[in-house]
T-cell receptor, first 115, second 116 residues
Framework: EAQVTQNPRYLITVTGKKLTVTCSQN?????MSWYRQDPGLGLRQIYYSMNVEVTDKGDVPEGYKVSRKEKRNFPLILESPSPNQTSLYFC??????????????FGPGTRLTVL | AQKITQTQPGMFVQEKEAVTLDCTYDTSDPSYGLFWYKQPSSGEMIFLIY??????QNATEGRYSLNFQKARKSANLVISASQLGDSAMYFCAMREAFSGNTPLVFGKGTRLSVIA
């Protein structure tokens, strides 16, 4: 089954404790992206990756890191989480840009609370 | 710059009635795709329907149809024969096809409540 998986689905942590949210896709997609969703703000892009070892900042990258060592995985790293990073996080993947139909497939979401 | 506007924060509809959720967009790219996603209370993003900027006909998927008016830059979602399970947040989104980073730019969403 084609899918994007994220782990963990729910996480409560404390300020400053480093954490990683994993994301994996099995569709051989080149493009992967992380979004955060906050009430009243919709979804905003944090980081994206066009392919292995190619990553770049989205609209709200502060406080986050990513890596893309393998095509299927795109982990999101919070080196020192703060309460303003409490949010619902989505990983998404799609074929490379340039195709006319390039739906992004979303993972199930990770609900993060930073105390 | 891309921009998606959903002007209806919340909508109510009677079960079995049709409902239209509004979406307008702004882009200078002639090639783009428009998407609608449903987000139930469980939180996952469920893809509903897609419309390409060059598509001649309005997209349809079961009870969902997209009323695409390119000149007006609108892409309204029509849900026919509403069901209680349609109660959710609905997001309109756009992705430009030929830029380097093609994030899916979302509107702020419309919360639909279906009443029995």
């Amino acid at each position: 089954e084609a899918q994007v998986t994220q782990n963990p689905r729910y996480l409560i942590t404390v300020t400053g404790k480093k954490l990683t949210v994993t994301c994996s896709q099995n569709m051989n997609h080149e493009y992967m992206s992380w979004y955060r969703q906050d009430p009243g703000l919709g979804l905003r892009q944090i980081y994206y990756s066009m392919n292995v070892e190619v990553t770049d900042k989205g609209d709200v990258p502060e406080g986050y890191k990513v890596s893309r060592k393998e095509k299927r995985n795109f982990p999101l790293i919070l080196e020192s989480p703060s309460p303003n990073q409490t949010s619902l996080y989505f990983c998404a993947s799609s074929l490379a840009p340039g195709t006319s139909y390039n739906e992004q497939f979303f993972g199930p979401g990770t609900r993060l609370t930073v105390l | 710059a891309q921009k998606i506007t959903q002007t209806q924060p919340g909508m109510f509809v009677q079960e079995k009635e049709a409902v239209t959720l509004d979406c307008t967009y702004d882009t200078s790219d002639p090639s783009y795709g428009l998407f609608w996603y449903k987000q139930p209370s469980s939180g996952e993003m469920i893809f509903l329907i897609y419309q390409g900027s060059y598509d001649q006909q309005n997209a349809t998927e079961g009870r969902y149809s997209l009323n695409f008016q390119k000149a007006r830059k609108s892409a309204n979602l029509v849900i026919s024969a509403s069901q209680l399970g349609d109660s959710a947040m609905y997001f309109c989104a756009m992705r430009e096809a030929f830029s380097g980073n093609t994030p899916l730019v979302f509107g702020k969403g419309t919360r639909l409540s279906v009443i029995a």
